[in-house]
């Protein structure tokens, strides 16, 4: 089996590949504080998309499909590591798209993410 891209904050352990703006609302979650349902996708996801794997989005897709809620809107945001550190916090720098409903706006909306986080 492969190995998941989109995770659940409520997967554990999660890996420090989902960044430190998931592991921390993790942390969160796991101290009672409320947080929205939050999927983050991998580094290794991003690393594949950019070397133009024809099998990410195909899995991306499988993936999201699983997680999602049809019914549900969800804000896509990207949150690169140099948009998230110990001086500063500013998740959603290279790109936000709020309102994405379903699997196929989703997998846009993570495209759209990650072209904006390649033109940097």
Not at 43 to 54: G, R, S, T
Not at 67 to 85: F, H, K, Q
Not at 96 to 114: F, N, P
Request: charge should be neutral; glycine fraction near 4%; aromatic fraction near 8%.
């Amino acid at each position: 089996m492969k190995k998941e891209i989109v995770l659940s904050l409520d997967s554990t352990p999660l890996p420090e590949t989902v960044g430190s703006k998931a592991m921390n609302l993790a942390r969160l979650k796991g101290k009672g504080y409320q947080i929205p349902k939050t999927f983050a996708c991998t580094w290794e996801a991003y690393l594949l998309y950019k070397q133009n794997d024809p099998a990410i989005l195909s899995q991306l897709q499988n993936e999201l499909t699983l997680l999602l809620n049809p019914d549900l809107s969800y804000a896509v945001r990207s949150s690169a590591n140099i948009e998230d550190n110990l001086e500063h916090s500013f998740a959603g720098q290279f790109k936000t798209i709020l309102d994405v409903r379903g699997v196929s706006q989703s997998i846009v909306a993570v495209q759209e993410v990650w072209d904006a986080a390649r033109a940097r």
